[in-house]
């Protein structure tokens, strides 16, 4: 048997979610046979309702010999070249390097770097907690480089999932340097579809679709005309947006040789996320409404050692 007090980061998730984070590495059947038979207890009664809604202080107890997951379970890894734009007790936003992924289950990874600080500096403490996880809001790919945004608790995890979707609350801007200026400005619509053959994403100006999931918006600003940089704000999020678009247009993103990228300029990509901007936000982030951060990355000495070279 296993017993758990609900705390702040547990709230607001149903009972069954709960037990599925932490029993992680127990089969589901196990997990909703425990409900089919009683053997979950929320303060002291059986409840096979998977839809409860836990608050901060319920009292759950699971009735089987099945361990919970270890949560001090965690290699620490070095962190030493971790790069922390801002902090406070709610976020952490970092400027990641190329190369670096955000998770991976093998390798060290951004998400990896972010908790080995945490716990290293008693800023997390792993069995304090049942369910939750610092986690990133938000991905980049491994090759670009710039601005990760981390929830330190649940509260502020929700709120800035929500936020992202938003696009009113959070906006994401993108420094692109690309193989010339063809790329047009302004705003831009397609849809993005994925080609099975080709391993890539491909955008597309087809008005027909519907499906919403398939969507794209950017708007781009082109910054140095000279040296081809626009500046990307992103509307909708979808996997290689981005690169996608400036790929229909004809105008790679330097070193993109997924996307068709001809010239090669010393390995670095052309892809920055450059900066964030807080806004309208109503509930406990609402500090953070007007803060801008911006990454430390940019092109200046690539270009400059790269123009008529």
Same mark, same amino acid.
């Given at each position: 048997? &296993? =017993?758990? !007090? &609900?705390t702040s980061n547990d709230t607001g998730q149903t009972l069954v979610k709960f037990v599925k984070k932490v029993y992680r590495n127990t089969n589901l059947s196990i997990i909703y046979k425990w409900f089919r038979k009683g053997k979950i207890k929320v303060n002291y009664k059986k409840q096979k309702d998977l839809k409860y809604i836990i608050s901060e202080n319920d009292f759950i107890e699971v009735f089987d010999s099945e361990l919970p997951i270890d949560r001090n379970k965690f290699n620490l890894v070095d962190f030493s070249s971790l790069k922390i734009l801002y902090e406070d007790e709610n976020i952490l936003v970092t400027d990641k390097e190329q190369g670096l992924?955000?998770?991976?289950?093998v390798k060290v990874s951004l998400d990896s770097m972010v908790r080995s600080y945490l716990i290293s500096s008693n800023k997390f403490i792993p069995d304090n907690e049942n369910s939750y996880v610092i986690s990133h809001v938000? *991905? #980049?790919d491994k090759l670009t480089k710039g601005i990760v945004i981390y929830a330190k608790n649940k509260a502020t995890h929700s709120s800035l999932i929500e936020a992202i979707k938003d696009k009113e609350k959070i906006k994401?801007?993108?420094l692109v340097w690309a193989e010339n200026s063809l790329a047009p400005i302004g705003n831009i619509k397609g849809q993005l579809n994925y080609s099975d053959l080709d391993k890539r994403m491909f955008f597309s $100006?087809?008005? =027909? !679709?519907k499906d919403r999931t398939k969507q794209v918006e950017q708007i781009h600003e082109l910054i140095s005309e000279k040296n081809n940089i626009y500046r990307v704000q992103i509307l909708t999020g979808r996997k290689? $947006? #981005? *690169?996608a678009v400036f790929s229909y247009f004809k105008c790679p993103i330097v070193n993109d040789n997924k996307y068709k990228a001809k010239k090669q300029y010393h390995g670095t990509f052309g892809l920055i996320a450059s900066c964030i901007e807080f806004l309208n936000f109503d509930d406990h982030l609402s500090y953070l409404n007007?803060? #801008?951060i911006q990454s430390n990355y940019n092109f200046n000495d690539k270009i400059n050692n790269n123009i008529g070279g």
């Amino acid at each position: 048997m &296993a =017993k758990f !007090t &609900a705390t702040s980061n547990d709230t607001g998730q149903t009972l069954v979610k709960f037990v599925k984070k932490v029993y992680r590495n127990t089969n589901l059947s196990i997990i909703y046979k425990w409900f089919r038979k009683g053997k979950i207890k929320v303060n002291y009664k059986k409840q096979k309702d998977l839809k409860y809604i836990i608050s901060e202080n319920d009292f759950i107890e699971v009735f089987d010999s099945e361990l919970p997951i270890d949560r001090n379970k965690f290699n620490l890894v070095d962190f030493s070249s971790l790069k922390i734009l801002y902090e406070d007790e709610n976020i952490l936003v970092t400027d990641k390097e190329q190369g670096l992924e955000v998770h991976s289950p093998v390798k060290v990874s951004l998400d990896s770097m972010v908790r080995s600080y945490l716990i290293s500096s008693n800023k997390f403490i792993p069995d304090n907690e049942n369910s939750y996880v610092i986690s990133h809001v938000h *991905r #980049i790919d491994k090759l670009t480089k710039g601005i990760v945004i981390y929830a330190k608790n649940k509260a502020t995890h929700s709120s800035l999932i929500e936020a992202i979707k938003d696009k009113e609350k959070i906006k994401k801007y993108y420094l692109v340097w690309a193989e010339n200026s063809l790329a047009p400005i302004g705003n831009i619509k397609g849809q993005l579809n994925y080609s099975d053959l080709d391993k890539r994403m491909f955008f597309s $100006q087809d008005k =027909k !679709t519907k499906d919403r999931t398939k969507q794209v918006e950017q708007i781009h600003e082109l910054i140095s005309e000279k040296n081809n940089i626009y500046r990307v704000q992103i509307l909708t999020g979808r996997k290689h $947006q #981005i *690169r996608a678009v400036f790929s229909y247009f004809k105008c790679p993103i330097v070193n993109d040789n997924k996307y068709k990228a001809k010239k090669q300029y010393h390995g670095t990509f052309g892809l920055i996320a450059s900066c964030i901007e807080f806004l309208n936000f109503d509930d406990h982030l609402s500090y953070l409404n007007g803060l #801008i951060i911006q990454s430390n990355y940019n092109f200046n000495d690539k270009i400059n050692n790269n123009i008529g070279g």
